[in-house]
Nanobody
């Protein structure tokens, strides 16, 4: 059973930066980050292909967030710059089922989440 552990959350002022990291217990295929604000549904933030070449972001974070991975360490990071109060959420790392396609990943495994709070 794949395990994912996130780290790097915290509290920052608007305009600041945070870097989230997710460590997997084994090799992974497509990886992604999601976020969930209190009382809201979990939303997609970004994803990256197994080879790290393909990335995709939700519109609200384009130009501010960068997803990257280091397969030798089984890690995927999310660099978040120019943070806004509306970015406040619990952020989750996810790993897709290897049999699913990058363009339609089956998000099979999830981390426990890490809190990001952006104050105005």
């Amino acid at each position: 059973q794949m395990q994912l552990v996130e780290s790097g959350g915290g509290m920052v002022q608007a305009g600041g930066s945070l870097r989230l990291s997710c460590t997997a217990s084994g090799h992974t295929d497509t990886m992604g980050w999601f976020r969930q604000a209190p009382g809201k549904e979990r939303l997609f933030v970004a994803k990256i292909s197994r080879d790290g070449i393909l990335t995709y972001y939700t519109d609200s974070v384009k130009g501010r967030f960068t997803i990257s991975r280091e397969n030798a360490k089984n890690t995927v990071d999310l660099q978040m710059n120019s943070l806004r109060p509306e970015d406040t959420s619990v952020y989750f790392c996810a790993a897709a089922d290897p049999t699913s396609r990058y363009w339609e990943p089956d998000w099979r495994y999830w981390g426990q989440g890490t809190q990001v709070t952006v104050s105005s």
